[in-house]
């Protein structure tokens, strides 16, 4: 489950790593995946953005986008990296850090390691190189 929260998000602007094909979800019938983005994504936005499906499209937020822990740089078609608060099955909340386009680089994993310690959160899960590694409390 993906966690919503409403407060004064951040505006999305040119980003639309969400619809990059590397999340999962279905938007009006068309399955989306990793390495299969979004039917109705185009180079200049989404094809039916003001007729967009709620769940997903409206309901997902990444964390980037809702906390004020992330500054700029860190906007998912900057960074390549989409972060995600989810609830686990265990009723825990989790960070989950997803590669999109281009492995996880040295200031990225710095920055991970610096939401850990700071106590930012206390359970955060990422992909580098060869596999899934996680920091947890």
């Given at each position: 489950n993906i966690m919503i929260t409403n407060n004064n998000d951040k505006p999305c602007g040119e980003c639309t790593m969400c619809c990059q094909g590397h999340l999962t979800g279905t938007a009006h019938g068309f399955d989306f995946r990793p390495g299969k983005p979004c039917h109705w994504i185009r180079d200049s936005g989404?094809?039916?953005y003001p007729y967009r499906p709620e769940n997903p499209c409206k309901t997902f937020k990444c964390e980037w986008k809702i906390s004020k822990n992330f500054p700029a740089e860190y906007r998912p078609d900057k960074s390549n990296v989409i972060f995600i608060n989810r609830n686990t099955n265990e009723g825990e909340t989790r960070l989950d850090v997803v590669e999109s386009g281009k492995p996880l680089n040295a200031d990225t994993l710095h920055f991970i390691m610096r939401l850990f310690n700071?106590?930012?959160?206390d359970h955060i899960r990422y992909f580098y190189k060869d596999g899934w590694h996680e920091l947890k409390r």
């Open positions: 989404c094809a039916i700071d106590h930012k959160y």
